[in-house]
């Protein structure tokens, strides 16, 4: 038995579970979400620390085709400069050295490739404190967030992707004997082969927020269907990224696959080894996540790969009534709050009627509405251990310079603080800046990426509904909340949701957040609005990753 | 139980069957092939002629929106014009029908859909003399293939994708519990649904020689996914698309829904309703088979859409050696012959070594198989009755153009000749042209659509994979056949499949043909190669015509 069947063997469990619960849909997480020392291990946390800072200031070595320069940008918001770098390439070298390792991986088969992938997943999983840090410091993101998003939530949507192609892939029958019956005469008999053959060579357009969570649906979807990957790490948060592809090259190369199934393509602040690899007449799978501008530029020039992306869009919540106002507005103040609005389910506008709502504390007017969350709001940020942990550094200073121009957007309700950040004293945090603006005003409409909000004052809740069925239609949505206490409400909600295509949450007032989706119970996106057109993860976001070969030929009739 | 849902029960047992059909891929069929009147009734042939028959000479209605003129240009090959006419519309008008029946069709869920298709194809199957009819004096097909390829085939590929896409929705739940741990606390409780929704609008582009057969797996994939459907057929073959769309519309408002869930948008000799539907922006899907000047404007032009599409290729035969002359020569004769060469999936070329052949009947030279294989031509359209019922006759003067011109391509082995049809004194049918040509020509290695064979003097048969390998890489292919007694050039063409991504057949020198796909066992083509992006029926065909949207909220704790 081949290392990569007894992989198979080994993780046969975990990807009958994982099968299982794709289909049921329930809790389940494969891949321990607290940083625990009780279950990563006492010295863990510790060791991952260390092993993030053994990093800095030095190159970061992983394997592909002869270097043709060394770059690294990477500033952590906490720290300043990381002093990493990394080995750069030629898009056609990258190319080559993908297509010569395609065919031992594409014949391995996908009980062997799923082995391999799942072995990878567990590695990554263990090196989930190192992990941590290192999407801590190229995002900007909380560690407790970091660890999290960055570690096991990447892995599970990575398991995801492997369980969903495995159970795709394993539907489809080695071999089958075709059997015609012929009246009197001998059946016409037949055996038949079907090969999984991959699409050809992959590549997956990291993004600078979640540079792992984002990544490995498209890394696993691609890999475990037999496409070498490319990755093409954004230059801000490349080591989260360098750290997985380490690991994937060193479980390939103890299983006897080229390491370089699974490449890396940094670049600096210069742009191209994107747009050469993505325009390549061997580059047939596309995963992107990002802005609107460089994903039209793949749909209007990739034009000979299949893509599937994620780009901008305008999540909305609407508020028709508050059966729980305090516990409401306290879930979105978190909600508007986490990471400082840079997740692609983070609500930017919040509809409310002119004409004010109930809640369980009695008629609320608009404005004690706006108030009562923008108030909620602060407290929550007032304490700043828990303000950082929540909202974490904004790396791009683009994103610092777009909340500051927003403030012209509307009537500022709250407006953004900027504190330093305790522990590290060059660094400053920023809270949400809050605006008002009227229902037909174009601001809030049009995503603005970064802790800035809207309260949308609207006539009253069925015009809510409509200029969010609009805004869904023409600038799409990941997310869509709602609250009200009317059953009837909330059904004209999900017509909504089921016509534009956005996911719904209902009157989320616990520990359940709008911007979260869990693997394995959620689908992140929908596929059928302007911002994505893929789902994490369904059977269309791998069944196109991989095509059927048949033979057949004749049998002797026994 | 609505009338729907019951279709659902009444066909369960025949769903169940071909949803482990699609997954053992042995021999199945639900619908019989043989026109046998002990199978449809004894007086159903004559029927199916009478009813055919009716049709001529007058409108043949079907629901649509306020129409806009009428069109029928269809000339039947055997019997001169048809006479029938056929309702035309507005692009726009016959979007804003579809729309308005989507939603309706969308809510009643995949179990009422899926009823529904069923019932659909087994009413087509009642007809499918009828059909058979229609499709033999619109393409031309003999009556016997007309049958088969027209009625319970076209049948049976409709059923595999309503199969394949109840296997992959049934998969989603209608709803889940998620039950999430929280240590000493209540866990976190929410109840989720999901809901499986249509892309929009979709649309099939008809072509003329399989105008059900072609059609029925990407009309079916769309509509049992809740997407309304416009058939824009052939100008040559509108009658089975019209009989075929009269049948959905009937069992769609028995069953409460708009029968304009299925439309038709016919059109004379002039063009622009295809363009003006596939570039609209409502229109998500798109099937298309034809050839590579609609198809590649399609891509071009219709980029709101998924396209779906099936173009022109270059099918091969190599031989390497023969184990069974005779056999295999009476095989390929009956492959090169069947509808004149218009199918997908004939062969247009045999490679054959110059150095000559081993068979089971002795060495022989390039020049003795040539002969071989023209003799056994020859001798098998020797008889008019059975060169008619085998070969056709052609509809197209185009194609009988392209012929007449072919001559120059190469070295004529085998004249193409004309003779009246029997029975129907003005028609004609034509043998095939076989032509040998060098490995190095380019003639060979370009669709030459029609009855039109090449001979080709290979090197060896090293020469004859690589240069098979070459163009399916660059033309594509649907079909790949190998002659080899020895088991490892068989393994090397096995080779040049995988990494082409073209389906291979070995060795026939029976009853199957290369031309033949078996719905439920074969895949018909693979979409890993320019003559098609996608394969029938896979899951890939299937599972990107709908999404998954959402809805979760908390549930308070028992």
Same mark, same amino acid.
């Given at each position: 038995?081949? $290392?990569?069947?007894?992989?198979?063997?080994?993780?046969?469990? &975990?990807?009958?579970?994982?099968?299982?619960?794709?289909?049921?849909?329930?809790?389940?997480?494969?891949?321990?979400?607290?940083?625990?020392? $009780?279950?990563?291990?006492?010295?863990?946390?510790?060791?991952? =620390?260390?092993?993030?800072? #053994?990093?800095?200031?030095?190159?970061?070595?992983?394997?592909?085709?002869?270097?043709?320069?060394?770059?690294?940008?990477?500033?952590?918001?906490?720290?300043?400069?990381?002093?990493?770098?990394?080995?750069?390439?030629?898009?056609?070298?990258?190319?080559?050295?993908?297509?010569?390792?395609?065919?031992?991986?594409?014949?391995?088969?996908?009980?062997?490739?799923?082995?391999?992938?799942?072995?990878?997943?567990?590695?990554? !999983?263990?090196?989930?404190?190192?992990?941590?840090?290192?999407?801590?410091?190229?995002?900007?993101? /909380?560690?407790?967030?970091? +660890?999290?998003?960055? /570690?096991?939530?990447?892995?599970?949507? /990575?398991?995801?992707?492997?369980? @969903?192609?495995? &159970?795709?892939?394993?539907?489809?029958?080695?071999?089958?004997?075709?059997?015609?019956?012929?009246?009197?005469?001998?059946?016409?008999?037949?055996?038949?082969?079907?090969?999984?053959?991959?699409?050809?060579?992959?590549?997956?357009?990291?993004?600078?927020?979640?540079?792992?969570?984002?990544?490995?649906?498209?890394?696993?979807?691609?890999?475990?269907? /037999?496409?070498?990957?490319?990755?093409?790490?954004?230059?801000?948060?490349?080591?989260?990224?360098?750290?997985?592809?380490?690991?994937?090259?060193?479980?390939?190369?103890?299983?006897?696959?080229?390491?370089?199934?699974?490449?890396?393509?940094?670049?600096?602040?210069?742009?191209?080894?994107?747009?050469?690899?993505?325009?390549?007449?061997?580059?047939?799978?596309?995963?992107?996540?990002?802005?609107?501008? %460089?994903?039209?530029?793949?749909?209007?020039?990739?034009?000979?790969?299949?893509?599937? =992306?994620?780009?901008?869009?305008?999540?909305?919540?609407?508020?028709?009534?508050?059966?729980?106002? =305090?516990?409401?507005?306290?879930?979105?103040? %978190?909600?508007?709050?986490?990471?400082?609005?840079?997740?692609?389910?983070?609500?930017?506008?919040?509809?409310?009627?002119?004409?004010?709502?109930?809640?369980?504390?009695?008629?609320?007017?608009?404005?004690?509405?706006?108030?009562?969350?923008?108030?909620?709001?602060?407290?929550?940020?007032?304490?700043?251990?828990?303000?950082?942990?929540?909202?974490?550094?904004?790396?791009?200073?683009?994103?610092?310079?777009?909340?500051?121009?927003?403030?012209?957007?509307?009537?500022?309700?709250?407006?953004?603080?900027?504190?330093?950040?305790?522990? %590290?004293?060059?660094?400053?945090?920023?809270?949400?800046?809050? *605006?008002?603006?009227?229902? @037909?005003?174009?601001?809030?409409?049009?995503?603005? +990426?970064?802790?800035?909000?809207?309260?949308?004052?609207?006539?009253?809740?069925?015009?809510?509904?409509?200029?969010?069925?609009?805004?869904?239609?023409?600038?799409?949505?990941?997310? +869509?909340?709602?609250?009200?206490?009317?059953?009837?409400? *909330?059904? =004209?909600?999900?017509?909504?949701?089921?016509?534009?295509?956005?996911?719904? #949450?209902?009157?989320?007032?616990?520990?359940?957040?709008?911007?979260?989706?869990?693997?394995?119970?959620?689908?992140?996106?929908?596929?059928? !609005?302007?911002?994505?057109?893929? #789902?994490?993860?369904?059977?269309?976001?791998?069944?196109?990753?991989?095509?059927?070969?048949?033979?057949?030929?004749?049998?002797?009739?026994?």
């Amino acid at each position: 038995m081949s $290392k990569a069947d007894s992989l198979f063997n080994k993780h046969k469990e &975990l990807l009958a579970k994982a099968c299982d619960a794709i289909q049921e849909r329930g809790h389940w997480l494969p891949y321990p979400e607290i940083p625990s020392g $009780k279950i990563y291990g006492e010295t863990a946390k510790q060791e991952g =620390k260390e092993a993030f800072e #053994s990093s800095l200031n030095q190159p970061f070595i992983v394997k592909g085709p002869q270097p043709q320069g060394r770059v690294g940008v990477e500033v952590s918001p906490y720290t300043g400069e990381l002093g990493i770098s990394y080995d750069q390439y030629n898009a056609e070298d990258l190319i080559m050295t993908a297509k010569q390792a395609l065919p031992a991986w594409r014949d391995a088969g996908p009980a062997a490739r799923v082995g391999v992938c799942a072995e990878i997943l567990e590695r990554l !999983n263990k090196r989930s404190f190192e992990i941590g840090n290192a999407t801590m410091h190229t995002t900007g993101q /909380g560690f407790a967030m970091a +660890f999290q998003a960055g /570690g096991p939530h990447a892995q599970d949507r /990575g398991l995801e992707a492997v369980a @969903t192609a495995w &159970l795709m892939m394993s539907k489809v029958p080695v071999s089958s004997t075709w059997n015609k019956p012929q009246g009197k005469h001998d059946p016409l008999l037949m055996s038949k082969k079907y090969h999984i053959v991959p699409r050809g060579i992959a590549m997956v357009v990291a993004c600078s927020t979640f540079p792992t969570w984002n990544t490995y649906p498209g890394l696993f979807a691609s890999l475990v269907t /037999g496409n070498p990957v490319i990755i093409k790490p954004h230059s801000q948060a490349v080591l989260p990224v360098a750290i997985t592809v380490q690991v994937c090259q060193q479980v390939l190369e103890e299983c006897g696959f080229d390491p370089c199934l699974v490449q890396m393509a940094p670049e600096g602040h210069e742009v191209g080894i994107a747009q050469a690899l993505a325009t390549h007449p061997d580059m047939k799978i596309i995963d992107y996540t990002g802005g609107n501008h %460089f994903g039209d530029w793949l749909s209007e020039n990739a034009r000979q790969a299949r893509i599937y =992306k994620e780009q901008a869009g305008v999540n909305t919540v609407l508020i028709d009534s508050l059966p729980s106002l =305090k516990r409401s507005a306290q879930n979105l103040a %978190f909600a508007l709050s986490l990471y400082s609005g840079q997740m692609c389910t983070t609500p930017q506008a919040v509809l409310i009627p002119k004409t004010g709502i109930e809640t369980d504390e009695g008629q609320m007017s608009f404005d004690q509405v706006a108030d009562y969350l923008c108030n909620t709001i602060k407290k929550f940020l007032s304490d700043p251990e828990r303000a950082i942990s929540v909202l974490g550094a904004i790396p791009n200073p683009a994103t610092v310079a777009r909340l500051e121009a927003a403030e012209s957007l509307g009537k500022v309700r709250l407006a953004s603080e900027s504190h330093p950040v305790p522990g %590290f004293e060059n660094a400053l945090y920023r809270t949400p800046l809050v *605006l008002e603006v009227e229902g @037909t005003d174009a601001a809030w409409q049009q995503e603005q +990426f970064g802790p800035i909000s809207f309260l949308v004052a609207v006539e009253d809740t069925d015009q809510g509904l409509q200029l969010i069925s609009e805004a869904v239609a023409n600038k799409g949505a990941i997310t +869509f909340a709602v609250y009200s206490q009317d059953e009837a409400i *909330l059904d =004209k909600a999900e017509q909504v949701a089921i016509e534009q295509g956005v996911a719904l #949450s209902c009157n989320l007032d616990g520990g359940v957040f709008v911007n979260q989706a869990a693997a394995f119970s959620d689908f992140h996106a929908t596929g059928n !609005n302007p911002a994505a057109n893929a #789902s994490l993860t369904d059977v269309a976001f791998v069944a196109d990753r991989y095509a059927v070969v048949q033979s057949r030929r004749h049998m002797v009739s026994e």
